[in-house]
């Protein structure tokens, strides 16, 4: 009897062990069914359907690194004698963030900026959160200088020349402005109108001199006390 129990213990050992061991493999080519990146990165594009059979070394699908994305822009030839190295840009993509990133030309009518993961050459100061695969619009900065700015709405064109009616208290005065320079924005006024003077924006084609005006808070603005 005890021979008999040893020989069974034996071969159920053995079983165990061949058990164990196609455990083993089982758990191998599981393993081997997932599909891990070799870097940080997203699926920019799937090359196989469900179903399709692959042999080792077939593409499956393409990557973008994070760590290695970042959007590049040349000036044309006309600005590249204004667009040396250390120019600023702001950049603005419809796929990203709505406040534009910052950034410094590295070489002359070249610029770049990095993703929120990865560094450019531009010297922006901060990665831009930007999904890869989208345009970028950059606006180069050639010259800067300090001046009053009034929004462009505010500019009316009479015969004597633009204006802009400043506030004074419940009316308004007629001030004529030298513009500098203008975009649908913004305008820069040279002379006519002192930094921190109330300018209005909206009816100001309606009104002439010394007229009178009532002030309205935007909706959502809470009174001034």
């Known amino acids: 009897m005890l021979e008999e129990a040893v020989a069974q213990q034996s071969a159920r050992q053995a079983e165990l062990n061949d058990?164990?061991?196609r455990l083993a493999e089982a758990e191998y080519r599981l393993d081997r069914t997932h599909?891990?990146?070799?870097a940080d990165a997203i699926v920019e594009r799937r090359l196989i359907s469900v179903g399709d059979f692959v042999s080792p070394g077939t593409p499956i699908v393409t990557i973008v690194a994070w760590s290695k994305c970042g959007s590049c822009c040349r000036s044309r030839n006309a600005c590249r004698g204004s667009s040396g190295p250390g120019c600023r840009s702001r950049w603005s993509s419809r796929r990203g963030p709505a406040t534009p990133s910052r950034a410094r030309s590295?070489?002359?009518?070249?610029?770049s900026v990095p993703t929120s993961r990865g560094r450019?050459?531009?010297?922006?100061?901060?990665?831009?959160?930007?999904?890869?695969?989208?345009?970028?619009?950059?606006?180069?900065?050639?010259?800067?200088?300090?001046?009053?700015?009034?929004?462009?709405?505010?500019?009316v064109r009479r015969p004597a020349g633009d204006v802009v009616y400043a506030l004074q208290?419940?009316?308004?005065?007629?001030?004529?402005?030298?513009?500098?320079i203008r975009t649908s924005e913004r305008a820069?006024?040279?002379?006519?109108?002192?930094?921190?003077e109330t300018v209005v924006l909206s009816g100001a084609g309606f009104l002439t001199?010394?007229?009178?005006?009532s002030i309205?808070?935007?909706?959502?603005t809470a009174p001034t006390p």
């Open 120 to 155: 450019g050459t531009g010297g922006a100061a901060a990665g831009t959160d930007w999904p890869p695969g989208g345009s970028v619009t950059a606006h180069v900065v050639l010259a800067a200088r300090d001046g009053v700015v009034v929004p462009a709405a505010s500019v």
């Open 188 to 196: 820069e006024v040279l002379s006519g109108i002192a930094a921190g």
């Open 169 to 180: 208290g419940d009316k308004v005065a007629e001030r004529q402005v030298t513009i500098g």
């Open 106 to 111: 590295a070489r002359c009518g070249r610029w």
């Open 209 to 213: 001199d010394g007229a009178l005006v």
């Open 216 to 220: 309205r808070e935007p909706a959502g």
């Open 35 to 38: 599909i891990r990146s070799p």
């Open 19 to 21: 058990a164990r061991a």
